[in-house]
């Protein structure tokens, strides 16, 4: 007995872009699932994981926010994944740009700086996930080392840095001895009064059309496309290869490091251990969710931004434990790839072996 | 006991973990198959494994259970990589994250529970010998039992009829396919072996390495192994020697740690994650691009009937 794949050629494109939501649907079965098998009830869990939050003001702001570092983030990695490129370090990349970015707040706190410190902090913070995505873009392009390994090697060094920078030099002296430095004065503003909305949340959805922009009108767009999907037409049609390491690492580092300034000036506020918990992994769920389309990956973030805010919630109205939302995402990314297999290929189950 | 001895035997201990997922996965790889799901396999495994052991107070049951709960999870990858044929990239990061969030959710009765580590063998006389009698004769079984792994793996590869399928399986499966070796059947069977590896260096980590459970406590082990697979050019006895390079490598970091040299405890605590790039790099200066690796890793199989 096996599976036997047979491509169904044509496809309509409203079947590929409903295949994500079918996706979402099933993980959410899955998740159902598991939720009963812990002995609650799936239903009190949907309600809190995605009825709740939908329902009112805060939860659709908050979702909005959360949202915002994981768009920024994939439509980044969608330019990698698009060329067959695997960066997924982008964890890494995000906290070296909160940390970059975060050097000019940092030392201009308490002092009459004017409002330039928050676009100068953004521009560092991209420039210092950029320069730490370089290193594995450049140890693959000379070297040939594998550019998934080393990626995600640089988390752990990225991670170990910031708790180094916040218990050490740049520990706030009045904060008790907590890891952490001291608060911002720099940080962005609030959209509307008394609401939790901060002028970050533009930034995604701006890039989001940017990227659209760059992926389906410019030549750089094509060559991107045509790397991933047939390298060697690419190389024939005199695309560099290694430019397009270089460039795609580039664009998602950048990507990721701004997200991470956007995430310390829009939200937190200061630096501290745990800014980012897990948005550069959880932004690779985002992106495959979106089908790496810009515009549907501002979908991806949304839902996906759902379930950590729903995450929190059932954590405290459920006493669900955290781990459930990320075991969530890595079964949401597994229907997401599924779905999309099944658009593509019909599976028929063979049950007697062909001569 | 010396010194010496006793050093020498952490490296030991830190090794095993690294080897045994290694092992496994670089049997997956010589099949063609990247599987990226080694971290959550191994998370998994760990906290599995005790929550089986505490819970029936045996410890081989524990380990049968991490060993099982490995292949489970590398089962589902086979599903998506080989059923579907999905890409092996993402797919094998969808597992490590599943895989980390489920350690968590089993493990989360069990945090702050503690036992008795697996203890080591002891054969008398032997194991009383001095200066090598406890390195040689006194180990835990596991160490062993990644030893015979490795052995056994060379063997296989190089030696049987079944090596040389799965070997040309990896090195091109279109050929494969037109020789008619059943080329989903040699992969499934490769991830599964690679899986069940993957559980039982995580039930090492949670039985052995550090007799209890922590969220987190596979601190990217699985990720060091596959990043040694690539260091050994895909040869179990270059994969052995790395684990223990490596092995060595952490002790020497922990003692740093422990002596205070001046550096942040954090500098020593990237040196395995830095150490693991450079070695990559290294390595990559010493051979020619591309001729190592086997032909068809990362490449879905869809056979054309």
Known sequence: ?355 | MDIWQAVLITVVTAATPLLIAALGELVVERAGVLNLGLEGMMAVGASCGFAAATLSGSSLVGVLAAIAAGAALSALFALLVLGLATNQVASGLALTIMGLGLSGLIGAGFVGSGREAIPPIRIPGLSDLPAVGRLVFGEDPFVYLSLALAGGILWFLSRSRAGLTLRSVGENHTSAHALGLPVIQVRLLAILFGGACAGLAGAYLSLVYTPFWSPGMTAGRGWIALALVVFASWKPLRVLFGAYLFGGATVLQLHAQAASLGFPSQVMSAFPYVATIVALVLMSLGRRKAAIAPGSLGTSFVPDR
């Open chain 1, 1 to 355: 007995m096996r599976l036997e794949l047979v491509p169904r050629g044509d496809v309509s494109p409203w079947a590929r872009a409903l295949a994500p939501v079918a996706a979402v649907v099933a993980a959410i079965l899955i998740g159902g699932l598991v939720v009963a098998l812990m002995g609650r009830s799936p239903l009190a869990a949907f309600q809190v994981y995605f009825v709740d939050t939908l329902s009112e003001d805060w939860g659709l702001q908050e979702m909005a926010v959360k949202a915002t570092p994981l768009l920024i983030i994939a439509v980044g990695l969608s330019f990698c994944f698009r060329a067959s490129l695997w960066n997924i370090g982008a964890e890494g990349q995000f906290i070296i740009g909160a940390l970059v970015g975060g050097i000019l707040p940092l030392y201009t706190a308490g002092t009459e700086a004017g409002a330039w410190v928050i676009p100068a902090a953004m521009v560092l913070g991209a420039l210092g996930g950029l320069a730490y995505a370089m290193i594995p873009a450049l140890l693959r392009v000379a070297f040939g080392v594998s550019e998934i390994l080393t990626s995600l090697m640089l988390v752990y060094v990225a991670d170990l840095t910031l708790d180094y920078l916040v218990r050490g030099p740049w520990k706030d002296p009045k904060g008790f001895n907590f890891p952490q430095t001291v608060n911002f004065d720099a940080t962005l503003p609030y959209l509307a009064e008394g609401g939790r909305l901060h002028a970050g949340v533009l930034v995604g959805p701006a890039l989001a059309l940017l990227a659209w922009f760059v992926i389906s009108r410019t030549l750089f767009g094509f060559g991107v496309r045509v790397a991933g999907e047939a390298p060697k037409a690419a190389r024939f049609a005199g695309f560099s290869a290694n430019r397009m390491v270089i460039a795609a690492f580039a664009i998602s580092g950048a990507a990721a490091g701004l997200a991470g300034i956007v995430e310390v000036l829009g939200q937190i506020g200061q630096l501290k251990p745990g800014i980012s918990s897990g948005y550069g992994f959880t932004a690779i769920t985002v992106a495959f969710l979106g089908r790496l389309h810009p515009l549907g990956m501002i979908f991806g973030a949304l839902v996906v931004a759902l379930t950590v805010i729903g995450g929190e919630s059932a954590q405290i109205a459920l006493k669900l434990p955290l781990d459930l939302t990320r075991a969530f995402q890595g079964v949401l990314l597994m229907c997401v790839l599924a779905a999309d297999a099944l658009v593509s290929y019909r599976v028929r189950l063979v049950t007697v072996a062909r001569a």
